[in-house]
């Protein structure tokens, strides 16, 4: 089992795959599914989020993941943390009273929401997804915590494009990424 950061992060990185034009002709599918195949590499990757949280933010209320891998990696990471998870999720999708942010696609629109008690003012939050592409779900999830008077320590994924400039989107929240492409 992989022990230091470098060695963990190789670990993660190998257990990438990529699929060339997928979903589409000109994309480079960055797939994650061999992660959570291995043990390991899961545990890897639930190690380095901890280590940063635990370096960077010493006061965590609650993880908030994102609809659906943010789903695979934020549970691990809350509970080693000893703190709640909340779900982020497509609009429809949760039960009982809810909050929603609306935000634009490339072709269209969509909206995200939190069940309206999940997150209570002024609770330290992280946001957690397995892919920083446009930025754009992220962004609304933040917006989503804002409307819920939460306080935004950071945004963390597994993976960044660079090349789609997500992270400008996210400005001024920090965003920590395992890899980046």
Known sequence: MATSSESKLQLVHRHVRAFPDFPKKGILFRDICPILKDPAALTAVTDLFEEHVRKNHPQVDLIVGLDARGFLFGPLLAQRLGV???LVRKIGKLPGSTVSVAYDLEYGKAEVEVQEDGVAPGQKVLLIDDLLATGGTLYAA????????????????????????????????????????
């Open 84 to 86: 709640g998870f909340v």
């Open 142 to 181: 933040c917006e989503l915590m804002k409307k819920q008077k939460a306080d935004i320590l950071g945004c963390m994924v597994v993976i960044e494009l660079k090349e789609l400039n997500g992270i400008d989107k996210l400005k001024p929240h920090q965003v920590f990424s395992l890899l980046q492409y």
